[in-house]
């Protein structure tokens, strides 16, 4: 099964916190094909990597290991490039739920996920609202 990550719950891949051990169960569970990421995941997950340095949850080191273990992994998952048609697409889901909440970058990370509906068994956040999101676009989901 192929499934798409978007930056919080991959994060719990290298990051143990809560709703980690739901993503575990899940690569520990699942014959997973296809890993997809938006391009924008590299930026998200080194800013949340950062994040946890400046609220003094983990070391400078510990994040410059994170980020160069992150980095070492690109080859395991495959990366949805920030093209016109998603960004078109991100556009669009601004205007169906930016009322709703709906920020820009998970705007991209929504839009990268519809355009994958047919390619994907599965849509992975840990981001309440944008789980919602994947929902109402019809996107199997699983609650974190």
Same mark, same amino acid.
């Given at each position: 099964?192929?499934?798409?990550?978007?930056?919080?719950?991959?994060?719990?891949?290298? +990051?143990?916190?809560?709703?980690?051990?739901?993503?575990?169960?899940?690569?520990?569970?699942?014959?997973?094909? +296809?890993?997809?990421?938006?391009?924008?995941?590299?930026?998200?997950?080194?800013?949340?990597?950062?994040?946890?340095?400046?609220?003094?949850?983990?070391?400078?080191?510990?994040?410059?290991?994170?980020?160069?273990?992150?980095?070492?992994?690109?080859?395991?998952?495959?990366?949805?490039?920030?093209?016109?048609?998603?960004?078109?697409?991100?556009?669009?889901?601004?205007?169906?739920?930016?009322?709703?909440?709906?920020?820009?970058?998970?705007?991209?990370?929504?839009?990268?996920?519809?355009?994958?509906?047919?390619?994907?068994?599965?849509?992975?956040?840990?981001?309440?609202?944008?789980?919602?999101?994947?929902?109402?676009?019809?996107?199997?989901?699983?609650?974190?």
């Amino acid at each position: 099964m192929n499934i798409f990550l978007d930056t919080s719950s991959l994060f719990k891949l290298y +990051h143990k916190e809560p709703g980690t051990e739901i993503i575990d169960d899940v690569f520990a569970t699942s014959i997973i094909g +296809h890993v997809f990421l938006s391009e924008i995941t590299k930026i998200e997950y080194v800013s949340a990597v950062w994040k946890k340095v400046r609220i003094r949850e983990i070391s400078a080191s510990e994040a410059e290991t994170k980020v160069t273990r992150f980095k070492s992994d690109y080859t395991k998952y495959v990366f949805l490039g920030l093209d016109d048609a998603i960004v078109n697409r991100a556009l669009d889901m601004m205007a169906k739920y930016g009322k709703s909440g709906l920020r820009a970058l998970d705007s991209v990370q929504l839009a990268s996920a519809v355009s994958l509906s047919d390619k994907c068994g599965l849509f992975i956040t840990t981001d309440k609202l944008l789980n919602d999101f994947f929902a109402l676009e019809s996107l199997p989901v699983i609650n974190i």
